[in-house]
């Protein structure tokens, strides 16, 4: 019998860890036996990245939020059908570094446009398909965004950028969603080290996976 495939998310603000860790859980989970997929919002394929590079883009400061908003769903469309949907169907674990939540987050809470707003566009990208588990890596912001100042060695972008009343409101939308999800949204304290944030996630997954395999 085909193994059921299983669609994982993770989230948070900035620096918070998503992808250091996700990538190492990952890993171990292919060396477990598990076929998994990694990939990462907006972007994954070809099409999404073109759009990321247009969103986060430090030059389009004068990019209007709804255009923003309208652009990350098309993004996730397109990565959707592409990529996630067929992994899903044959019965693959796909690992994906942000998905609507960060759209209610930071288009929805933090930009102020309106949860509900948001949850309308992306139900006409997405559809039915949710991820089984969301992985919330819950961080004070200064924090992550000055772990991007120390170790990070990548570029800040237009969100980045923003200012910290904005970040600390994309955490607040966040929490607001985890409570909203209790059952889908797993909140995890990502100040801890590295060590301790990996095993639990790892732990949360690995139950998750034993259920439904
Ligand atoms: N638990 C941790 N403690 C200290 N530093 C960490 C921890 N987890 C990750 N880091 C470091 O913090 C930086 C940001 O991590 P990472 O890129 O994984 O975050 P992220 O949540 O994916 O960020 P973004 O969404 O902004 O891309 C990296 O340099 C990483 O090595
Ligand atoms: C999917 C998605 C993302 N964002 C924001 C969140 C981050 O600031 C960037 C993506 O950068 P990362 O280094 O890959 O985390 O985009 C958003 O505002 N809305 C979304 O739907």
Same mark, same amino acid.
């Given at each position: 019998?085909?193994?059921? +495939? ?10 918070? +860890? ?16 598990? *076929? ?27 990019? *209007? ?16 059908? @592409? ?17 609507? *939540? ?11 446009? +309106?949860? @509900? ?42 969100? *980045?950028? &923003? ?8 955490? @607040? ?22 060590? &301790? ?12 996976? @034993?259920?439904?395999?």
């Amino acid at each position: 019998m085909q193994n059921k +495939g299983y669609f994982i998310s993770s989230e948070g603000p900035e620096g918070a +860890g998503k992808t250091t860790v996700m990538n190492l859980l990952g890993k171990k989970l292919k060396d477990e036996g598990y *076929d998994v997929v990694m990939t990462r919002e907006p972007g994954g394929i070809m099409i999404s990245e073109k759009i990321r590079n247009i969103i986060l883009n430090n030059e389009h400061t004068m990019m *209007d939020s709804r255009t923003e908003a309208l652009l990350y769903a098309a993004a996730r469309r397109q990565h959707l059908v @592409e990529k996630v949907q067929p992994a899903i169907e044959a019965g693959k674990i796909v690992i994906c570094d942000r998905f609507i *939540d960060s759209s209610l987050a930071y288009q929805g809470y933090a930009r102020g446009i +309106g949860v @509900e707003e948001i949850l309308a566009i992306n139900k006409f990208a997405i559809g039915q398909t949710m991820p089984n588990k969301t992985i919330l890596f819950d961080i004070d912001p200064s924090i992550g965004l000055e772990r991007i100042e120390a170790h990070s060695n990548r570029e800040k972008n237009r969100l *980045d950028v &923003e200012s910290l009343a904005f970040h600390e409101r994309v955490r @607040e939308g966040y929490l607001s969603l985890a409570g909203q999800y209790p059952n889908r949204i797993q909140v995890i304290d990502a100040s801890r080290t590295l060590e &301790e944030v990996l095993e639990e996630v790892y732990i949360v997954i690995k139950r998750e996976l @034993e259920i439904i395999r």
